[in-house]
């Protein structure tokens, strides 16, 4: 049953339009708009624009070298539906791995008064066992200026709020901590100095 | 026939007959045969539940007892079959409630199955069972209630990979106290927590349950008190894999692994803590079969845990693994059968691992029993392929998917052709194939060429014109499931080739370069297939012939048209010219 093939009488199906050739598609017939070959996501593939389509190592090259060139010069990522095959309950169940470590963890700094702010990489203290100390002194050389009656350090976390430098485990301040502020004047004498 | 067998003899002859082939053969040898071999056959395997008709199955085998049977189209799995295609099961279990009261046995596959289905099920068949539920959905936990409460003799409730609407827990509480015949229960799919005590209680109970597969929503810390109450299991799914690192946890959980001297089968580990993965280490010399693709665990970590795993045939796993863990377990499982490696990150631009063509290669040179292969890498090259083909000659099932489409060997930039030529040529068994990559009509020269035995193609953004199409049509003898996504294959190879397609299963294209005029013909001229056209634009007829369908769906049939279309599907055997009489036709009905 399987694998035998039935030749289908040549005046049922209209033969000249079943035929195959090596010519493009759609080439014989006199409609205007033949369709369109290739629904384009990428702009990087192989057109098939030539009019003839012959075997030729010419063909190959030019494949190839419009391969290459289109490796160097990616266009914008469109996210094709159901690409790559991967089912809906894999993509929800697979988190980031736990562990996977950015290496830098930089946050602006801003310091009341200043005129423009600065960045420090919070991960430079990570590994110390006073990281609070150790980014106290990294902030007070950044600005030039010392932890005091009148400087206060504070910062914003995940949920906007502005929190009091050193009451938290330095682990949980890395994780929740989105910038950080040096207050002055006023402000800084009522919070007293930083808890560290 | 005066030499003839009685016919008890004959049905005892045919009662060693497991395959459909055999019967289906024996079927074929003469009419007393055919008559009594239909009455004996037990068990019925439809691919496409639209080939066939419920009428036309109970008619011909009135005496069955299990049922198997499969609905969308594959590539139903990747969201490009639109909701409300079809599939539904519900009036076979109608047809079935009324002619097999006998029925034990119900497995499906990417089926629509209603709550309603399983409530007529749970009291149409006295003695069901088994019910395997696969990518199916349309039910919710209530249907699974009445599952529970009503089938007495339940044996397994498999709901593996389908999509349920979880409306609580309670169903398990359903199970009756009486109830100890459960072997196998499968809910991993499931999302909300069912009482613990029930399901403790349900396991003390089940003292044949062998395969345990448990929800994220169960505890760590509780699994061990599960464990053992049941140290026969074969197959466990653990729950979330996660708990706050205690020393007791991880001492109970120690001793309920080690109380578990059967345990083959290992999945789960969801949310894993690496802390508590050395606590499995007592079942890893057993395990034939290890599902880490929900661990989110780093290569050293899944390293330490594999290569304990000795005996291991079927490894299935992220892509954290990378090349150097691919590495490590080409050098300590020899039993590996099976790999696939899943992507952890598939829509990123930019890979987040270092995984690549050489994890698989080392593999393929480290595992003498490799046969099957489902790997997600970001490149690939011919050279790699071509080593692979050549390490491993009998592989049946190789499914490559480089995650960008149309990307050429990185190494020579060329299309990878030669690499999966290498593979058709070689792998002289294949059965299954999926490539991707950039491929040009070169290479299913090849496949039409090599491929004798390949019953399943899978082709995405490949190919260059009709001829790579025809090449396949005409030279794979043996293919039966054909899938092409946006690829520049039209009528022309179509066409000349529909007598092929009542050698098959089911052919799809969608964002290929089919004309609604070529589907028409098709549809007119091949009365034993269903040419089905689904197109969101709106009806065909209303765009120029010339037009590309957005999918077709083709596949043999005795069942005729489908009676439950939905409107965005069109059957090609209707009659175009008169459509809105036809439709109003059908309307009336």
Known sequence: MEGTHHHVQSDDLNFKATELRLGLPGTEITTSSSPKIIININNNNNKRSSPDNNESEEEDDNRVSSAAKSITAPAPKAQIVGWPPVRSYRKNNTAVVVGEEKKTEYVKVSMDGAPFLRKIDLKLYNNNKNGYTELLNGLEKMFNFKIGSEYATAYEDKDGDLMLLGDVPWDMFMATCKRLRIMKGSDARGLGASAV | MAYSFPEEVLEHVFSFLKTDKDRNAVSLVCRSWYEIERWCRRRVFIGNCYSVSPEIVIRRFPEVRALEMKGKPHFADFNLVPEGWGGYVYPWIVAMSVAYPFLEEIKLKRMVVTDDTLELISKSFKNFKVLVLSSCEGFTTDGLASIAANCRNLRDLDLRESEVEDLSGHWLSHFPDNCTSLVSLNMSCLGSEVSFSA???????????????????????????????????????????????????????????????????????????????????????????????????????????????????RLWVLDYIEDSGLEAVAASCKDLQELRVFPSDPFGAEPNVSLTEQGLVSVSEGCPKLHSVLYFCRQMSNAALVTIARNRPKMIRFRLCIIEPRVPDYLTLEPLDTGFGAIVENCKELRRLSMSGLLTDRVFEYIGTHAKKLEMLSIAFAGDSDLGLHHVLSGCESLRKLEIRDCPFGDKALLANAAKLETMRSLWMSSCSVSFGACKLLGQKMPRLNVEVIDERGPPNTRPESCPVERLYVYRTVGGRRDDMPGFVWNMDQDFSTFRDSQEQENGN
């Open chain 2, 199 to 313: 399901l403790e209680r349900l396991v003390a109970r089940s003292p044949n349950l062998k395969t345990l597969r448990l929800n994220r929503a169960v505890p760590l810390e509780k699994l061990s008190n599960l464990l053992l109450r049941a140290p026969q299991l074969v197959e466990l799914g653990t729950g979330a894999y996660s708990a706050e690192v205690r020393s007791d946890t991880f001492s109970n959980l120690t001793e309920a692994f080690s109380a578990c001297k059967h345990l083959k089968g290992l999945s789960g580990f969801w949310d894993v803590v690496p802390a508590y993965l050395p606590a499995m280490s007592s079942v890893c010399s057993g395990l034939t079969w290890l599902n880490l693709s929900y661990a989110t665990i780093q290569s050293s970590d899944l390293i330490k845990l594999v290569t304990q795993c000795r005996n291991l045939q």
